[in-house]
């Protein structure tokens, strides 16, 4: 039995059979204007042919082989027009390296135009049934997954990419070119999978992952493919296998594929790769997680060696400090101890620092980093502090989000509380009522948040004294007065009848 036929390839899956004792023949013969086009002297950026050279070619191009070939004309300044005249191989080229460039500088929005230029041109060098379509289908959901997080897209192309290669026979000539057949397929499966994830279909996560598996166990086997790319294939199938058991809330099982991948990646990148900050702060908060059954200590250890990761990598100030830091002062605020807080004023402080360094006051993340240290205050009883803190980012955060924002609201809201907390009922509920009306305007009265803040409003104006001390604008007035009751009731007394009110 063949390596296809045990990885079921013939039957349910894709047909991969290898064509032995003869090459590939090119699909036609190129033109004298093609191999001009394909000179090193082209620019990928121009994307047009020169006027002398358009002039040069006319003679040698006959009216047929200009008839076939697609040609896009713009007008010149002059009044004469500019011709394509690039083969679609040599386009191919330039998108495919213009993607990645644009890939490198995170340009998200370029990269998906390109990989779809890579997708038309593939379908038209090599038609509809090809491997290499399937391939520009894959890359085109890679990067919605991974770039734009778009999973319903990268489903649908990834998707398609698998239907190519089910309904389709792909031969191969070389076992180089076999082994990128295979990495097409898991590219398909990997990025089905992780979209499915990300859609709460697990099932059908967990079956396209463990193809995945059977995928590498055929790279395996071939001499092409070296120990370095298989143990990057591993790495990536147990990253998505351990995000997959956490969001089933599988903990055991994800821990364990953490550990899994950590050893992979030290082993793969040593044991202070930048690679691996992620994937600690990963396995931090996994631990965070489990709610009353979370173990803090192992928490902060995995926050810690991100910590110290990023310290040897990065100098101060850097941005990527920022995120290790903040997340290491939250995992220490929820141990409730008085060290473990101390730890996490210390850690917020010298986040805040950065941040006011390199993103300014008026910045969401420096915004971010000062609620955060506000609510710390508050568990430690330093109201004043925390007051004080809240009160001067209201303004920046009306100049960032908006004076009618769910974040200024959420500020009012925690300033209200600590009003209250304080004993100052007046103020709490002047600052409940800027935060109720934002609330209503922004959310709407029947959300969650209005009514817990009506809610609150209502408890704090029950308060002996403090109704007739507080007073409520025209529409509330309207609210708390009784409602008409229609029902007429007779009088004996009178003969007539009266409305009544509850």
Known sequence: MSDEEEFGMGAGGPMVVEVKGRSRTPRSS??????????????EDEGWLGEEDVESDEGSVTQTQRSRRASHRTPRKNGRSKIDLTPPDKKLKMAEKKALRFTENGKVDKVITEL???????RILHGAGHWKLARSHANLAEAYLDLKGYAVQADYHAGTAKSIMLNSVTSYT????????????????????????????????????????????????????????????????????????WKQKKYAVASSQYDKLLRLMEDRHGEDSKLLIPVYQECGKLEQS???????????????????????????????????????????????????EAAAEKYLNECLA?????????????????????????????????????????????????????????????TASIHLAQGNIQKALKTYKKCHDIECLVLGKGHKKSKDTERTIDILMATPGISNQFVLSKEDELKKRPKFNAIVKGSKNLGGCKATFD
């Open 30 to 43: 190129r033109s004298p204007a093609h191999n001009h086009a394909d000179s090193d002297d082209y620019s």
């Open 116 to 122: 779809t230029k890579c997708l038309a041109l593939n």
């Open 354 to 414: 950065t941040c006011q360094t390199i993103h300014g006051p008026h910045h969401k993340q420096t915004l971010a980093v000062q609620d955060e240290l506000a609510r710390l205050y508050i568990r430690m009883d330093r109201n004043g502090e925390a007051l004080k803190l809240l009160s001067s980012s209201v303004r920046d955060k009306c100049e960032v989000f908006g004076d009618y924002s769910e974040n200024v609201s959420d500020t009012y809201k925690l």
């Open 290 to 340: 489990k709610g009353r059954y979370a173990n803090h200590e192992k928490a902060i250890d995995m926050f810690l060696q991100a910590h110290s990761i990023a310290g040897s990598h990065y100098k101060d100030g850097h941005a990527q400090l920022i995120d290790t830091s903040l997340a290491l002062a939250q995992a220490y605020s929820s141990t409730g101890d008085e060290d473990g």
């Open 174 to 245: 070389t076992d180089q070119e076999k082994a990128e057949i295979y990495d097409v397929l898991f590219k398909i499966y990997y990025t089905q999978g992780r979209a499915l994830a990300t859609l709460k279909k697990y099932n059908e996560a967990d079956q396209l992952l463990a193809k995945t598996e059977k995928v590498i166990g055929e790279l395996n086997k071939l001499s092409c493919v070296d120990d370095n790319q298989l143990d990057d294939y591993e790495i990536k199938l147990t990253q998505a296998t351990a995000r997959l058991q």
